[in-house]
């Protein structure tokens, strides 16, 4: 049987096919921090020089300074289909983060911190301010100087030339080796307090240390030590619980030491009744 007349007038041929346009996903939701992570190799100061204790592992924040940017998701391009057919788009996620109570998210994504402190932020995870922060570890040349608005525990010594410096209180769980610190609020130092480069030991409140060799230590209140040898001690009162030996002890009201100066006539001078100034914390001489 023969192909009907039909049949016989359909001839091969070509079409173009239009594919259609994918959607676009949106872009996610993303945190811009306002300060820089991670230890930065130093800092160069006003004379051109580069400082390598200032390293800047503390991110320290004022009430009301911003911390962050939280930038929320974009919805995304829709697409069309090779039928003309409109394709949603996937929208951006937004950012996964919680939000602490030292810090306060305003409009326009502006997160500020509601108290002075260190920057406490896990990406991902966390971003808040905390006044008081533990150090765990040694402050030495990898960390730098310690600096911040509120209260700083040290689980560490505090090495030559470096210096930790706090608004509130600050505590050293191990020694001060030719470290300095300075505080707004009190410091105890657990371990021994030894001077040399021009370290101090300065608090506007008390000062509570195991004992101190050739040191410079001042306190706005008490000063409390066990045993000094050769170091100058200032406070509103000093209270030496064990030996005084060398040195010299200032007291704007009252001095009590259990044993003072050595058989040998070592020369060991103790005033009371003198005017105490301590120096401003922004005075207090860097390393």
Same mark, same amino acid.
């Given at each position: 049987?023969?192909?009907?007349?039909?049949?016989?007038?359909?001839?091969?041929?070509?079409?173009?096919?239009?594919?259609?346009?994918?959607?676009?996903?949106?872009?996610?939701?993303?945190?811009?921090?306002?300060?820089?992570?991670?230890?930065?190799?130093?800092?160069?100061?006003?004379?051109?020089?580069?400082?390598?204790? $200032?390293? !800047? %592992?503390?991110?320290?924040?004022?009430?009301? &300074? *911003?911390? @962050?940017?939280?930038?929320?998701? $974009?919805? !995304? %391009?829709?697409?069309?289909?090779?039928?003309? &057919? *409109?394709? @949603?788009?996937?929208?951006?996620?937004?950012?996964? %983060?919680?939000?602490?109570?030292?810090?306060?998210?305003?409009?326009?994504?502006?997160?500020?911190a509601r108290q002075g402190g260190v920057v406490l932020y896990k990406p991902g995870e966390l971003l808040d301010v905390v006044a008081e922060h533990v150090h765990r570890g040694p402050v030495d040349?990898?960390?730098g100087h310690l600096d911040m608005q509120g209260s700083l525990t040290v689980k560490g010594d505090v090495e030559r030339l470096l210096q930790v410096r706090a608004s509130g209180d600050v505590e050293v769980l191990g020694a001060v080796s030719g470290g300095s610190l300075r505080a707004g609020g009190s410091v105890r130092v657990s371990g021994n307090v030894r001077g040399g480069d021009g370290a101090r030991v300065i608090a506007d409140h008390d000062v509570t240390i195991k004992s101190c060799e050739s040191a410079d230590v001042a306190a706005g209140g008490a000063l409390r030590v066990r045993e000094a040898v050769n170091s100058q001690l200032h406070g509103h009162e000093v209270?030496?619980?064990?030996?005084?030996?060398?040195?010299?002890?200032?007291?704007?009201?009252?001095?009590?030491?259990?044993?003072?100066?050595?058989?040998?006539?070592?020369?060991?001078?103790?005033?009371?009744?003198?005017?105490?100034?301590?120096?401003?914390?922004?005075?207090v001489q860097r390393a």
């Open positions: 049987m023969g192909l009907s007349d039909d049949a016989s007038q359909f001839q091969p041929g070509e079409s173009q096919v239009e594919p259609g346009t994918p959607p676009t996903p949106g872009r996610a939701g993303y945190v811009e921090l306002a300060f820089e992570q991670g230890l930065a190799p130093g800092q160069i100061d006003a004379d051109g020089h580069m400082d390598f204790f $200032e390293r !800047g %592992l503390l991110k320290t924040v004022s009430p009301d &300074q *911003l911390v @962050a940017l939280i930038h929320p998701p $974009e919805p !995304g %391009l829709p697409g069309m289909s090779a039928d003309g &057919q *409109l394709l @949603a788009a996937r929208a951006g996620e937004p950012v996964k %983060l919680r939000l602490g109570s030292g810090v306060a998210l305003e409009s326009e994504g502006r997160v500020l040349l990898h960390s209270l030496v619980s064990g030996r005084l030996r060398g040195g010299a002890v200032t007291a704007e009201r009252r001095v009590s030491v259990k044993e003072a100066g050595t058989p040998a006539g070592t020369v060991t001078l103790v005033r009371a009744a003198e005017p105490l100034e301590l120096p401003d914390l922004a005075d």
